[in-house]
């Protein structure tokens, strides 16, 4: 607080500067009469009610009984100190019913009141009365410390609502997140010293907010948040309404294991894998029915997440469009790979067997031919037991293969019936025992016995 920087004046040299008893008629001026100091108008009337500057040039009040107010309110917005003297620019420390109160004057010398004013680069609010506001103010949408200074940026605070001026203890029953043993919680200023809450118009209790690169989590009352919150729509009901913010109130990014939100059903674990994006936002599809267009890539392998927002493992099918029959293989590994596998693997399926099968660079079971043998969807295509050879219609296309699922091109052989298959360089049947009609010959592949959401 301000030291007091007007110097205590001789009041004889400083008021009257040489003026002594008035005479009817005398000059206007000031004058010392039983130890207090009035004033003359040029008329030789005493002056009453009314502001006169002394010799100092400092404004100074002369009240009702025509004497020189000290440490006195002068009209409920002024204030004159020990030596009369009208505070400008300074502040004022009075005690009322015990308690100290701050008033501050401007360069008018008129007490600021209702408003935010900046002294020496700091913010302070002064109510209608003109006290220095202390504490949550202002509908409690800012917040000013012990020394009246208004907060910016981050402060951990006793909310609102449990705050006591007096006793700055917490009420008990506040049970928002983030908080501390000593019912402290996290707030957030603006520059403008504005406390930031969730807009009045989002959906849910909760908004975010990202600062210095981070994204947090506020609830109505704009205290911080931890853990699972629903921040977009408040129906509880979907993994992507929802983010995770840590112990320090970051929003989770990459990779995290974590139990999921206890709103929601569906997850076979206490604890599962989460990606969450840049924003924040966790990866899933937006329908239980697994599509390739859901599949990410991270750090160089592909994942696919389910409408829980777990990567799914194991053999899968997905649709790869919005047909019945627009659908593939994928094998996500174990689940502790969780990511697509690529190239021939042996792969046991839903029925317990163990297959060879084929996966492209971007996952999908092949369909077709590759290094030689036939697959579909992946799954190798060959003679069943017994049978020497067999024909399949892949997409419109005959092709012949042995017990190994090896394509038989441009050859001629007999099946289990003793029927001769020829076939193309690229191992189609061209004909049986001669016949080009050879449709009859073909069956349908047979597809894998993989799981599906």
Known sequence: MKNRTAAVLVLAAALSFGVGAVPAMAAEGWSQEGGNWVYYDSNGSKVYNEWKKGADNLWRYLNGSGVMAVNDWVDSEYYVDSNGIMLTDKWLKLTEDGEYEWYYFG????????????????????????????????????????????????????????????????????????GSDDGRYWFYFGTNGKKYVPNDSASGDYGTRRIDGEYYCFD????????????????????????????????????????PPQELEGYDGDVEWFYFSNSGKPKASDSE?????????????????????????????VYTGSGADDRAAYYLGTKEQSSAQRGKMKVTE????????????NGRGVTGVED??????????????????????????????????????????????????????????????????????????????????
Request: net charge negative.
């Open 372 to 453: 030689g043998y036939l697959y579909y969807k992946g799954k190798l295509q060959r003679a069943a037991d017994g049978q020497k050879y067999a024909c399949f219609d892949i997409d419109g296309d005959y092709y012949v293969v042995n017990s190994s699922g090896k394509v038989q091109k441009d050859k001629k052989v007999e099946n289990v019936d003793d029927v001769e298959f020829k076939t193309s360089a690229s191992g189609i049947l061209v004909s049986a025992d001669g016949d080009t009609d050879v449709a009859s010959y073909a069956e349908e592949p047979e597809e894998p016995y993989c799981m599906e959401e």
């Open 289 to 317: 029915r697994l599509r390739s267009s859901d599949i990410v890539r991270i750090n160089g392998k592909s994942y696919l997440f389910n409408h829980l927002g777990n990567p799914v493992y194991g053999l899968r099918k």
């Open 107 to 178: 360069s008018s010398g008129k007490m600021i009141n209702d408003t935010w004013k900046k002294i020496d680069d700091k913010w302070y609010h002064f109510d209608g009365s003109g006290r220095m506001e202390l504490g949550w103010i202002l509908d409690d949408m800012y917040y000013t410390g012990e020394d009246g200074v208004m907060r910016t940026g981050w402060q951990k605070l006793i909310p609102p609502d449990n705050y006591d001026e007096e006793s700055s203890r917490v009420v008990p029953g506040y049970d928002s997140a983030g």
């Open 350 to 361: 839903d029925n317990g067997e163990t297959t060879q099968f084929y996966f492209s660079s």
């Open 220 to 259: 109505q009352d704009g205290a911080m948040q931890t853990g699972w919150r629903d921040v977009r729509s408040g129906s509880e009901e979907d993994i992507q309404d929802y983010m995770y913010f840590g112990a320090d109130g970051k929003a989770r990014i990459g990779w995290y294991s974590i139990e």
